[in-house]
Structures are given as C-alpha cells and as structure tokens.
C-alpha cells in the first residue's frame, strides 16, 4: 500500500492511510527534527518501525526547526533531510509539519502507536495526553542518547563538545 513518499499535507495522508487501515495494520508516528541525521535516530526509526507495520515520521520543517534549536539551525534544509530519512529503509513516510508539538498530527493521523526517544520517559512526552485522548500508545523506543547533533554541528563548527542544541 506504501508508496515512501514526502508530504505536507496531514490530511491528504490520513485519508491514503485510512484507505487502507484494515490491510496496513498498526502504524507508528515518530517525530524530531533530524539536523544533522545521525546512527541515533537511526536506530530510534528502526525501533519506532518495529512496533508496526507502517512509519510515518513527522520532520520538523526550517522554521519550527530553527525555533526549537536556535540560530544557525537547521544546518541541513528540510527537503534533504526529509529525503535522507525516506532512504531508510523502515520508514514510509515523510510528513513535513510546522508546528511546536505533533498534537495536531496526533489527531489527524490516529496511529496505533507514537514513538519517542530515549531522551524522554512516557511522563515527559508533550503529546501524551493527545495520544491518550485518540487511544494511542505512547511508548520510547531507541538506544540511549549518546548522541546529538548539537554535538557533531559542534565539532564541525570547532567548538569541541557541541553548540545550541
């Protein structure tokens, strides 16, 4: 049923997915900003894949990344790397979003499951009373955060143990 495509348009992707529900079976929504791309988020993606049968990861566009993250951020623009999370291979879809939080994701989409990192417990997560209140498991999945991009930028930028985050 999966076309791994980038999109924009929550709507237009929850009408394809629920299309096809039955068939698809459990999805999983994962979210971050993903500047720089890193073996971390990797193995996050693979361990948010696993939990279902469809992955969609909601990547947070320039703006909201620069909001999150500070000046100079993101250092890699939204296009490349929403096409560098489509290339691996667990995930299906790309959805590019604005917004501070992926409550209104949350919403729209209805997965079976939202993955976050290791960077948070189940109390921490911003949407988990969004996820609770559609019936989905909020769940942290990944290895422990012993990376961070903030770091890489850091190094590459010479300023040894990392910048804004």
Do not use: Q
């Not at 498991?137 to 804004?164: C, F, N, Q, W, Y």
């Amino acid at each position: 049923m999966t076309s791994r495509k980038i999109c924009e348009d929550p709507f237009a992707l929850a009408r394809h997915i629920e299309a096809d529900r039955d068939a698809i079976g459990p999805v999983v929504l994962a979210n971050g900003c993903f500047d720089v791309l890193h073996i971390g988020h990797v193995r996050y993606l693979e361990a948010a894949a696993s939990l279902g049968n469809l992955l969609v990861v909601a990547m947070n566009n320039d703006r909201s990344t620069r909001a999150l993250k500070g000046d100079g951020r993101p250092v890699i623009p939204e296009m490349e790397r929403a096409e560098m999370l489509l290339a691996i291979r667990h995930v299906d879809y790309v959805l590019i979003f604005g917004d501070k939080t992926v409550d209104r994701i949350l919403e729209i989409l209805r997965p079976d499951f939202h993955a976050k990192g290791t960077d948070y417990t189940v109390e921490t997560v911003p949407e988990r009373e969004t996820a609770g209140s559609i019936g989905c498991t909020t769940v942290i999945v990944g290895d422990p955060k012993d990376h961070a991009s903030r770091d890489i930028i850091g190094k590459l930028r010479g300023e040894g143990r990392g910048g804004s985050r």
